[in-house]
T-cell receptor
């Protein structure tokens, strides 16, 4: 079966712009969570959605937001981009919120210049 | 809040050597524990997971991990490593409202 699909794979944006990243979970998975991976901070939890509702949120500013659609696909948005937002953004899907093993996508590499 | 500590940031071993990567977590409630691996240029893959039951869990590619509740530890082991095990290994815990909390990772290099 198809894995977790993230688009686009690479993105270059200018400081101050906004960006939207997309994630399609494995068919049947209702939980989607987002993570930021940087060399300095490692993997950090952004937020988790389950059945279109945000269930958990990490310690990130309000510029980071997300949503989940009825087909479980999810998007995350970052507004007013800063240089420090440059990172690999990973999406993971799971059958439910307790995570019977999260399956990760390949990520979107965002570079802010 | 939960946290995860991985003891070694870089480990270099020769092929056929035994491997043990340390992982300690802090969280007062019931936790689910995971080890993920990230091979060069690839996405994160689940190696093994512990939810309940037998504290010794076996994963893919010959890896295993032991959950010791009294020590808040979940160490990863493999009796004989191969060159293809070169990768970044992440310990993670879930159980609170923080999603998956990851350790900083251990970069493992296997020398042929």
């Amino acid at each position: 079966k198809a894995g977790v699909t993230q688009t686009p794979r690479y993105l270059i944006k200018t400081r101050g712009q906004q960006v939207t990243l997309s994630c399609s979970p494995i068919s049947g998975h209702r939980s989607v969570s987002w993570y930021q991976q940087t060399p300095g901070q490692g993997l950090q939890f952004l937020f988790e959605y389950f059945s279109e509702t945000q269930r958990n949120k990490g310690n990130f500013p309000g510029r980071f937001s997300g949503r989940q659609f009825s087909n479980s696909r999810s998007e995350m948005n970052v507004s007013t981009l800063e240089l420090g937002d440059s990172a690999l953004y990973l999406c993971a899907s799971s059958l439910d919120t307790e995570g019977f093993g999260y399956t990760f996508g390949s990520g979107t590499r965002l570079t802010v210049v | 809040a939960q946290s995860v500590s991985q003891h070694n940031h870089h480990v270099i071993l020769s092929e056929a050597a035994s491997l043990e990567l340390g992982c300690n977590y802090s969280y007062g409630g019931t936790v689910n524990l995971f080890w993920y691996v990230q091979y060069p240029g690839q996405h994160l893959q689940l190696l093994l997971k512990y939810f309940s039951g037998d504290p010794l869990v076996k994963g893919i590619k010959g890896f295993e991990a032991e959950f010791i509740k009294s020590k808040f530890s979940f160490n990863l082991r493999k009796p004989s490593v191969q060159w293809s095990d070169t990768a970044e290994y992440f310990c993670a815990v879930s159980g609170g409202a923080d999603g998956l909390t990851f350790g900083k990772g251990t970069h493992l290099i296997i020398q042929p």
